[in-house]
């Protein structure tokens, strides 16, 4: 069965830390994988995608991402966060024949002052 | 460049109602997706429309339905509203449809907060 699984539902960290959030897929296809946020009372906004070449992705607002397809997963990261990067952020994938895009659940993101 | 756009912003309705929302895609792009987003159920994929046809659908009762028009415009409708209804309606566009590259790229709107009594 086709998935994302995202681990972590919550995850805090300190203005200043780094960051890694983590994304897991189950795909038949070779998949081609995106990065969202959803900042609060707000839609989903593209953070960045990997659709093949070099697999360590960079996207908007400092975010990086690294394919690793032995693990299949899609982490994404980031130095160092600000108060702003508080939001909850979503991995998804698509790919193949069907680019209906399968979504995680989704990991919220704390900032601590 | 507009962004999406969705109306209304805020919506409440009681039991048994039946409730229509729009959504105005990016301009040039003519597929758009639906989705339900709660926090029990996360992001709910419910349809995709291009070019007035609906390619895909999700696993949703037939009580949600939806419509795109020739300018991309598109509606989704619910009828006889259950509590369980009560959620964000996230509207998304996107250049390609479901069988191109293009539409993993999704432009969303700020979605559409139904609250059903």
């Known amino acids: 069965a086709q998935s994302v699984t995202q681990p972590d539902i919550h995850i805090t960290v300190s203005e200043g830390a780094s960051l890694e959030l983590r994304c897991n897929y189950s795909y038949g296809a070779t998949p081609y994988l995106f990065w969202y946020v959803q900042s609060p009372g707000q839609g989903l906004q593209l953070l960045l995608k990997?659709?093949?070449?070099d697999t360590l992705v960079q996207g908007i607002k400092g975010f990086e991402a690294e394919f690793k397809r032995s693990q299949s997963s899609f982490n994404l990261r980031k130095p160092s966060v600000h108060w702003s990067d508080a939001a909850e952020y979503f991995c998804a994938v698509g790919g193949g024949s069907n680019y209906q895009l399968i979504w995680g659940a989704g990991t919220k993101l704390i900032i601590k002052p | 460049k507009a962004g999406v756009t969705q109306t209304p912003r805020y919506l409440i309705k009681t039991r048994g109602q039946q409730v229509t929302l729009s959504c105005s895609p990016i301009?040039?792009?003519?597929?758009v997706s639906w989705y339900q987003q709660t926090p029990g159920q996360g992001l709910q994929f419910l349809f995709e429309?291009?070019?007035?046809?609906?390619?895909n659908k999700g696993n949703f009762p037939g009580r949600f339905s939806g419509r795109q028009f020739s300018n991309s415009r598109s509606e989704m409708n619910v009828s006889t509203l259950e509590l369980g209804d009560s959620a964000l309606y996230l509207c998304a566009s996107s250049l390609g449809h479901s069988g191109s590259r293009g539409h993993g790229e999704q432009f969303f709107g700020p979605g559409t907060r139904l609250t059903v009594l």
């Open positions: 990997y659709f093949s070449g």
């Open positions: 301009s040039g792009h003519r597929s």
């Open positions: 429309y291009f070019s007035e046809t609906q390619r």
